[in-house]
């Protein structure tokens, strides 16, 4: 028996779980305007109908070609991602490094390679 197909299987599943698009959980806490535009379908070739922005944030159930699954209003429907704002934590995992300068911050510039006083060593 080969685990070629078991390592390829926890590749693609290590793949979409890197993957940084909405997951359920994450939030529209804001939205472009006053209205936001309500698809029946993750798509926008017919069109949806206008609704009020109300009761935000609004929980993110499914994603799907650039639209976010939400409730509103009672009612489920789609948006488009590019009316929306999902706010993202990051977070490096790196300490501030000083290095060798004993505390003098290095003239750095576009040219000097790894200038960044918080990059990884």
């Not at 804001?30 to 206008?50: I, M, N």
Request: proline share 8%; hydrophobic share 40%.
């Amino acid at each position: 028996m080969s685990l070629r197909f078991p390592r390829l299987a926890i590749a693609a599943m290590l793949c979409v779980l890197a993957s940084p698009a909405a997951l359920a959980g994450d939030l529209i806490t804001s939205v472009k305007g006053k209205q936001v535009e309500l698809f029946d379908t993750p798509d926008d070739a017919k069109p949806g109908r206008k609704v009020d922005v109300t009761g935000l944030p609004w929980a993110i159930k499914e994603e799907k070609n650039a639209f976010f699954k939400v409730n509103v209003g009672g009612k489920d429907g789609w948006v488009d991602s590019m009316q929306v704002m999902v706010p993202r934590s990051v977070k490096s995992d790196c300490a501030p490094k000083i290095g060798m300068h004993q505390g003098k911050v290095p003239d750095n510039n576009a040219a000097t390679p790894g200038a960044a006083m918080t990059r990884c060593p």
